[in-house]
Each structure stands twice: as C-alpha cells, then as structure tokens.
C-alpha cells in the first residue's frame, strides 16, 4: 500500500510543531542532576529511600538500585514511571529531534539522491559523458524531491 504523500507531509508538520515547543525543554533535560532525577526528587521531598521503598512495596536497599540503575540509564521507563508516580510526579518523554523532521527528510532525500547519481556519473565519467555541476544540482533537487515523495527503501538507505 502506497503512502500519501500529502498526507505523511501534513503529519510531519503536525509532529513537527509539537515537538519544537520541546526542544528548548531538551536542552534543560539534558542537564540531568548528577545522582539523577528520582534522588534528586525523592531528596527534596525529605522522602528517605526507605519510605519511597514502603511507597512502591520495595526495599530500602531497592530503591537505592533504582536509583543507580537511572543514572547508568539501566531503569526501565516502566520503572521509573512507577517511581515517579508514587513521589508526585509524571514522567515525561519524548523523542525530540535534533531539527524539524521536514528537514531532516529534505537532507536525506538529498544524500540519497546524490548517492543515486554518483553511481550513475562513474559510468558516464568513464564513458566521457560527465553532466555540468549548475545541471547536476538541479538533477538532485529533482530527484531529492522524487525520493521524499515516495519515501521509498532509498531514502534511508546506509551507503
């Protein structure tokens, strides 16, 4: 089954507008308290590990591990969601991209299309058919733009 184009643009506006209110909250994200969050939070709170422990139906010794285990990023979401809940408070997460979607797909389809011309520039370059440069941008603007509409198994290929 084909994708929309119209469609599969509209949602990567839609997406992409949501997430550029986070990007900012991103940045502020990475900067994680040293002993992480859940023992920064619990700290603050005056909750000790053990009374976090009876919260969750876990031992002291337990809730020490979680802890550990989100700073060495080995907590699962599930746990740490649990964690969070029984302080107060929600977990939130997200993918965040490094730049809109529209333009990392535009970059992509790009590569892509470059990728796809080299190949066939060698054989003309040996055949001594080589395409002026102003010419061969304007083939990967058209072909980038054929990529990105059909989001086809090129696009993301690894070269």
């Not at 989100?70 to 997460?93: D, F, I, K, N």
Request: aromatic residues 2%.
């Amino acid at each position: 089954m084909r994708s929309d184009p119209k469609r599969l643009h509209r949602q990567r506006s839609q997406l992409d507008a949501k997430l550029s209110g986070l990007r900012l909250l991103a940045e502020d994200a990475r900067q994680v308290p040293r002993r992480g969050w859940l023992k920064a939070v619990r700290e603050s709170l005056g909750m000790s590990a053990a009374q976090l422990g009876a919260r969750l139906a876990i031992s002291a010794p337990s809730v020490l591990k979680f802890e550990a285990n989100e700073v060495s990023r080995a907590l699962t979401l599930a746990s740490l969601e649990r964690a969070a809940r029984a302080m107060g408070c929600q977990l939130v997460y997200a993918l965040v991209p490094d730049e809109p979607l529209e333009i990392q797909l535009h970059k992509q389809a790009e590569r892509a299309a470059r990728r796809k011309l080299e190949r066939s520039e060698h054989s003309m370059l040996l055949e001594d058919q080589s395409v002026p440069s102003p010419l061969r941008e304007l083939e990967v603007a058209d072909l980038a733009r054929t990529i990105k509409e059909r989001l086809g198994p090129e696009l993301w290929e690894v070269p």
